[in-house]
């Protein structure tokens, strides 16, 4: 199948599965960029649920080609920074990187974004990686039986990412000024993740901006504890041999940069 006809393949299974979305469906335009646009749609909303193998090997051939047109980025090609020879600071799309694990900024759910193409880096993670991530975050939210608390972590594989792992972790959402506790929320978020890599043995682990976007952290303060707290993790013997800080806005590059004398 050529990208077009496997875009409306994928399509017609989810909306077999989803006919409530027929009418909205059929409002896009039978062009490439609004068919896969409605396909992320379709994907973002389906709930948890056994997958077609056949859907799945066309879903992954489709986002397999994707990943290599986007570009991927190795770690070890990233220069390391000033401050600390284990550290990199990347700006760009994370699902871009190829390292054992980047990490997923999630909420208590641990099920991905439901909001159709929402900006989020939850949404792009489980948009790139597919069906598969919210299926395994499922398993492992079923087998707790409570929503996941803020400041822990937990590991998954990374399908049709670059990346080997996702790390998900829920960081603590502010309103109004920052208290202690979500202080000590927020930097245990970047020691579990931390750990549990360590746990598994892997060697790079790149970070998104925690709780800065959607749960309103402030930036500054944010960068400062993450950044206070990996340099004192890596201080101790590990398998780890490089975290990446990576951003996305040009406010959060400045900001560590001058935390970090980036390259």
Avoid at 20 to 38: G, H, M, S, V
Avoid at 53 to 61: A, G
Avoid at 108 to 137: K, T, V
Avoid at 228 to 238: G, N, Y
Wanted: hydrophobic share 40%; proline share 5%; aromatic share 6%.
């Amino acid at each position: 199948m050529e990208r077009f006809e496997k875009i409306q393949y994928l399509n017609q299974i989810l909306l077999d599965e989803m006919p409530e979305y027929r009418a909205q469906a059929a409002q896009f335009p039978q062009e490439d960029a609004a068919q896969r646009r409605l396909l992320r749609s379709l994907m973002n909303v389906r709930s948890p649920r056994p997958l077609q193998p056949r859907f799945l090997q066309v879903q992954d051939e489709l986002l397999s080609a994707e990943r290599e047109a986007k570009g991927v980025v190795e770690a070890d090609s990233l220069p390391v920074t000033a401050a600390n020879p284990q550290i990199a600071l990347w700006q760009g799309d994370i699902t871009r990187l190829a390292v054992d694990a980047i990490v997923d900024a999630d909420n208590s759910a641990l099920l991905g974004c439901f909001c159709p193409c929402h900006g989020c880096i939850d949404n792009a993670i489980h948009s790139a990686a597919g069906l598969q991530l919210r299926d395994e975050c499922n398993e492992i939210m079923t087998a707790q039986g409570h929503p996941e608390p803020a400041g822990k972590a937990k590991l998954t594989k990374g399908y049709n990412l670059p990346a080997k792992f996702v790390l998900h972790t829920v960081g603590p959402i502010v309103q109004g000024k920052v208290s202690r506790k979500e202080r000590a929320e927020l930097a245990s978020c970047y020691r579990s993740c931390l750990a549990l890599a360590a746990e598994r043995g892997l060697r790079s682990i790149a970070f998104c901006c925690i709780s800065t976007g959607e749960f309103h952290f402030p930036n500054q303060e944010a960068a400062e504890i993450a950044v206070k707290t990996v340099t004192e993790f890596l201080r101790q013997p590990t398998s780890i041999q490089k975290v990446i800080f990576n951003v996305f806005k040009d406010l959060d590059a400045q900001i560590y940069r001058s935390l970090l004398g980036a390259n």
